[in-house]
């Protein structure tokens, strides 16, 4: 069972949208892979407050990214429930499911983060652009974060012209325009040097304070996890640590 | 926003947009400036038919048109003449005398189809008096019994204008008649086939040569434009004594039957031409289409990833297709056109290929030049078709691009 940081025991029954807009509750994934059936969860209950900034770490192929995932809602539990702002996005369809991610999710990928054809201003505006805000408010929103994250001088490159962290900043800056409930992000850092990638959790660390927008995210890298404040551990589809009272 | 992708798509893999678009470009070029020659040759080929048949309608004695005998005759041709005349629908009604004779002079003899015909009257159909070379013409000469000649007769005849040929052939009454004739003018037309065996003369000396007593051999009909042939045919036997009985009326489609099934064989040919040019374009934009489509599938993830739904996806590869379908089709119009505007000026001499003889239903046209015609809705159509064969092609790609799972497109290339 998970623990939250104050957490009131009601809170396995009433969920306090605003307050915990991550649930997950007995949730198991099992991926079919012809006759073979991997079993990527075996029951996983997680609660993250908002504004917390959490990772979840452990060795490859425990779960990591599966689990992200079902959070982000690119993928459905084969049972279980996920919970995202209130809302059971378990059984969304895939069109309601887009559309869910558009308007709560924030994500930053391992890698390939960019559209390669955009340049930098154009990927950080994308959510926006597809939420249909007009121009002038989209400037006003991605050209300060742009230059927050460093990048102010750079908004007319294509990601090509990037450095890796820089790609990554924009992604975390399209990632954060929309001021989604939540900002996931599978293994971030890992296609960065330890500079860049110290960088980028700083970064992270800062806007989480600064706009107090929930992060979750999974890592090897033992180096971020020190600077992590909230730490849940996972091993072979289950989560084996919490260590949210840390 | 998604035209905005697509166009930037496009031109990621710029050579292969390029080859792409070559080959919808010259592919639908190629079928718009076959069309444009196909119809064209066509045109020419109807005019050189109705021309050869004598008229769009003809009316002539019962069994004429089989026997080609001059001693089938209209007979009250006055009346016939002027009930056709009178026939709505009916340009122009020429009054035809044909006799199959033998001309002679002091040096030799020739077999000669000889039509007594009104030279004006036939201006619409074949202007004879324009093609004289030398000495007078039908219209305005003041023999009474004037004669044309094609060059080749003459020359074999060693006549000339002024001189005496004298006409044998079977008199209206089944006896032989001999008639005699002064040459007025030489005719050169420039088709061989015709210069070498007709020989003209007006209806007036044609009748008193056979001893014809209100009696004609045909009428050719041409019609007001607009008007199909049929309707005319039609109109006239209901206008003729007794629904036309012993009389022939025939469109020119009827009496030259191999040629109406000839040009409807090549218009076939034609569509099977463009059925199978595009069927290889389409496939081969299916196919491109769809490897740029699994070129891209963690993009795909990517972008349904952060919220543009399954139907937009499909439709961004949607509209990478239509982009380079549109371009393509306008170089490809441009390019068709402009194949179009030389062939229509300097044309393309079907004698300039060495092809001598090349005859159709007795209509000669070795001396056709191939130029071009647009038949505005046939290229409306044909360039319709285009677009959505070509369009249509990447369908199944972009349905494969909707129905990406963004998780399962994610793993790729991590
Ligand atoms: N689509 C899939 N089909 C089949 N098996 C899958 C699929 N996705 C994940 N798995 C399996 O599920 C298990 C968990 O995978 P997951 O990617 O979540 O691990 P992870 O913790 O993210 O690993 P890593 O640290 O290497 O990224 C693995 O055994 C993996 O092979
Ligand atoms: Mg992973």
Redesign the pocket.
């Given at each position: 069972m998970t623990t939250t940081p104050g957490g009131a025991p009601s809170a396995e029954t009433v969920m306090d949208d605003a307050a915990q807009p991550i649930r997950v509750e007995g949730v198991t994934k099992v991926?079919r892979?012809g006759p073979l059936e991997?079993h990527?969860l075996r029951g996983v209950d997680l609660v993250v407050d908002q504004g917390a900034f959490a990772a979840l770490a452990?060795?490859?192929?425990?779960?990591?990214?599966?689990?992200l995932n079902l959070v982000g809602v690119l993928d459905t539990p084969t049972t279980g429930r996920v919970i995202v702002g209130g809302r059971d996005v378990s059984s969304l369809s895939r069109g309601e499911a887009a559309d869910f991610r558009l308007a709560h999710v924030g994500f930053v990928f391992q890698a390939y983060n960019l559209v390669p054809v955009l340049i930098a201003y154009e990927n950080a505006e994308f959510t926006l652009l597809l939420r249909n805000r007009d121009p002038a408010a989209r400037r006003q929103i991605v050209e300060p974060l742009l230059e927050r994250v460093g990048l102010g001088d750079m908004m007319d490159r294509k990601p090509h012209e990037l450095s890796g962290g820089q790609q990554q900043r924009v992604a975390v800056v399209r990632a954060l325009a929309t001021q989604p409930s939540i900002v996931l992000a599978?293994?971030p850092t890992a296609n960065l040097d330890s500079a860049a990638s110290d960088e980028l959790i700083d970064l992270m660390l800062e806007l989480n304070r600064e706009l107090d927008t929930t992060f979750l995210f999974?890592t090897?890298d033992r180096a971020v996890l020190d600077r992590t404040p909230w730490v849940i551990r996972?091993l072979d589809?289950r989560v084996v640590e919490d260590g949210a009272s840390r | 926003m998604i035209w905005r992708l697509a166009w930037r798509n496009l031109w990621r893999q710029r050579s292969r947009t390029l080859i792409l678009m070559s080959a919808v470009t010259l592919s639908y070029a190629m079928v718009l400036a076959a069309m444009g020659v196909g119809d064209d040759s066509h045109f020419q080929m109807l005019d050189a038919a109705v021309e050869g048949a004598g008229g769009e309608v003809l009316v002539h004695g019962e069994g004429y048109w089989e026997a080609r005998s001059g001693d089938i005759l209209i007979d009250g041709a006055q009346t016939v003449g002027e009930l056709v005349a009178a026939v709505d629908g009916v340009a122009n009604v020429m009054p035809r005398v044909a006799i199959d004779g033998l001309l002679s002079t002091a040096v030799g003899n020739r077999p000669v189809q000889l039509l007594g015909i009104r030279p004006r009257a036939e201006v619409a159909l074949r202007d004879v008096d324009a093609d004289v070379v030398e000495g007078d013409r039908l219209d305005d000469t003041e023999l009474r019994a004037p004669l044309l000649l094609g060059g080749p007769v003459a020359e074999e005849l060693e006549v000339g204008p002024g001189d005496r040929v004298v006409l044998t052939a079977t008199g209206a009454d089944g006896e032989l008649t001999r008639a005699l004739f002064h040459v007025a003018g030489i005719v050169r037309s420039g088709r061989a086939d015709l210069d070498e065996v007709l020989a003209y003369t007006t209806l007036e000396a044609a009748g008193d040569a056979l001893g014809l007593d209100d009696q004609l051999v045909q009428f050719g009909v041409l019609v007001e434009s607009g008007v199909e042939p049929e309707t005319v045919q039609d109109r006239i036997r209901e206008a003729l004594p007794e629904g036309g009985a012993g009389l022939e009326v025939l469109t020119w489609r009827e009496a030259l039957p191999e040629m109406v099934g000839f040009i409807e064989i090549d218009d076939a040919f034609l569509y099977v031409y463009a059925v199978v040019i595009y069927l290889v374009v389409v496939f081969a934009i299916a196919n491109t289409f769809l490897v740029s489509v699994l070129e891209r599938v963690r993009e795909f993830g990517l972008l349904n990833a952060l919220g543009l739904r399954g139907g937009r996806l499909a439709r961004l590869v949607l509209a990478e297709t239509a982009l380079m379908t549109a371009l393509s089709m306008v170089l490809g119009l441009a390019l068709a056109l402009a194949i179009h505007g030389a062939l229509a000026r300097w044309g393309i001499s079907v004698a300039a290929w060495g092809i001598e003889e090349i005859e159709l239903a007795g209509v000669d046209l070795a001396n056709m030049v191939m130029r071009s015609q647009i038949v505005v809705s046939k290229w409306v159509t044909a360039s319709v078709l285009v677009a959505v064969a070509t369009i249509s092609s990447a369908i199944y790609p972009a349905l494969r691009a909707a129905r990406l799972a963004p998780?399962?497109a994610m793993?790729f290339y991590e």
């Open positions: 991926f892979q991997v990527a452990g060795p490859s192929g425990c779960g990591k990214t599966t689990l599978d293994e999974a090897h996972m589809g | 998780a399962e793993r």
